[in-house]
T-cell receptor
Framework: QKEVEQNSGPLSVPEGAIASLNCTYS??????FFWYRQYSGKSPELIMS????GDKEDGRFTAQLNKASQYVSLLIRDSQPSDSATYLC??????????????FGKGTLLTVNP | GAVVSQHPSRVICKSGTSVKIECRSL??????MFWYRQFPKQSLMLMAT?????????EQGVEKDKFLINHASLTLSTLTVTSAHPEDSSFYIC???????????????FGPGTRLTVL
């Protein structure tokens, strides 16, 4: 069973702090990793994709990937109340032949307190 | 770029009727489209994967005769919930990918979702 694990939270941080979200995955051969943000009642919104080991930065967001440890994380710097949402880690896994599908973690609920 | 639309955004119907949901990629050609369902406070559940011009691949436990998927073009996929019942009430979300598996082009972009309520 191919799985993606996240701490469900809730994770609560004060405004301006760094929020750290973590994710582990079971399929060692996975190559594509994504972080999505989902506000309550809305659909997921892509934040970052990462394919190579190391860090990838985009504005206040930094994704980190360690394939040897099967670990991917998302750091949010200078957290804002508008960042309060559920963050979904997703791993693209081969489902047979040339077909791929995203396997999602259950999501981590982040609350940024003013 | 990479905008996906869904229509309708919300639908309320009587038990036993059929409901069609459209998913369109507006600014790219979607080789593959995915249909998800999300119940309150639960994670996304993949229902089926569809490639343009091919039959959809359904996840285990999803009835293909109840959830009809058509992916007639590279920009349009439809999901029809046939003979809907109250237990089908959920948030249905489509996503589109420009590639079925080419790394770097396999990002899924989600539509805004359709909230279905069956009375």
């Amino acid at each position: 069973q191919k799985e993606v694990e996240q701490n469900s939270g809730p994770l609560s941080v004060p405004e301006g702090a760094i929020a750290s979200l973590n994710c582990t995955y079971s399929d060692r051969v996975s190559q594509s990793f994504f972080w999505y943000r989902q506000y309550s009642g809305k659909s997921p919104e892509l934040i970052m994709s990462i394919y190579s080991n190391g860090d990838k930065e985009d504005g206040r967001f930094t994704a980190q990937l360690n394939k040897a440890s099967q670990y991917v994380s998302l750091l949010i710097r200078d957290s804002q109340p508008s960042d309060s949402a559920t963050y979904l880690c997703a791993v693209n896994m081969n489902s047979g032949g040339s077909n791929y599908k995203l396997t999602f973690g259950k999501g981590t609920l982040l609350t940024v307190n003013p | 770029g990479a905008v996906v639309s869904q229509h309708p955004s919300r639908v309320i119907c009587k038990s036993g009727t059929s409901v069609k949901i459209e998913c369109r990629s507006l600014d790219f050609q979607a080789t593959t489209m995915f249909w998800y369902r999300q119940f309150p406070k639960q994670s996304l559940m993949l229902m089926a994967t569809s490639n343009e011009g091919s039959k959809a691949t359904y996840e285990q436990g999803v009835e293909k005769d109840k959830f009809l998927i058509n992916h007639a073009s590279l920009t349009l996929s439809t999901l029809t919930v046939t003979s809907a019942h109250p237990e089908d009430s959920s948030f249905y979300i489509c996503s589109a990918s420009a590639s079925g598996g080419i790394i770097g082009a396999d990002t899924q972009y989600f539509g805004p979702g359709t909230r279905l309520t069956v009375l």
